[in-house]
């Protein structure tokens, strides 16, 4: 059953229901949560010491929340800001090309991904796309986000969302009828 964002933040605030509260909140989106990191950053592992990270930064500021936006935003914009960290950390340790090709390496060699040909080819695809148009496409085409919560999540203008999304397609397009030719 999935609780409303009220119902959750009486629950967390009231001391004694503060953890089954939040053990609520994790049951409801940690697998949406999940998915979301690990289309970022590909492997299996590193998105579940992601999702912890983002669980234990939910735990800690979530008395602070502001009710701004959705809990459910909220919670992906962690997420992808932690996922963002993790990146940059790899990055710092070599190139953006290396990045992509040990995530595109993990792909190919990860025991947890069971899709078929054409799931890997569009997994690679999506690999060969700068960060933000990643984030990008997966938000809109596997989580279907609007670009109005896109755009709180990322901060950024739903223009400038749609512009991405566009250019990413076209990519995704070329690179799948590269390797099908």
Do not use: C
């Amino acid at each position: 059953m999935d609780y409303s964002d009220k119902e959750l933040l009486e629950q967390f605030r009231n001391e004694s229901t503060r953890h089954s509260a939040f053990n609520l909140l994790v049951l409801q989106y940690q697998k949406k949560i999940y998915w979301h990191i690990r289309r970022i950053v590909i492997d299996h592992d590193d998105a579940n010491d992601i999702v912890q990270n983002v669980f234990i930064k939910v735990w800690k500021a979530l008395d602070n929340f502001k009710e701004e936006a959705k809990l459910f935003t909220w919670l992906y914009r962690i997420a992808t800001n932690e996922s963002l960290s993790f990146l940059k950390q790899k990055k710092n340790l070599v190139s953006f090309d290396e990045v992509s090709e040990t995530l595109s390496n993990s792909l190919q060699d990860d025991r947890f991904f069971s899709g078929n040909e054409i799931q890997k080819q569009l997994q690679l695809a999506i690999l060969t796309l700068p960060e933000k148009q990643r984030i990008v496409f997966n938000m809109k085409y596997f989580d279907e986000l609007k670009y109005e919560e896109m755009s709180q999540v990322l901060e950024t203008s739903v223009g400038a969302l749609k512009a991405s999304y566009h250019h990413a397609v076209i990519k995704i397009e070329t690179f799948l009828k590269k390797g099908n030719s």
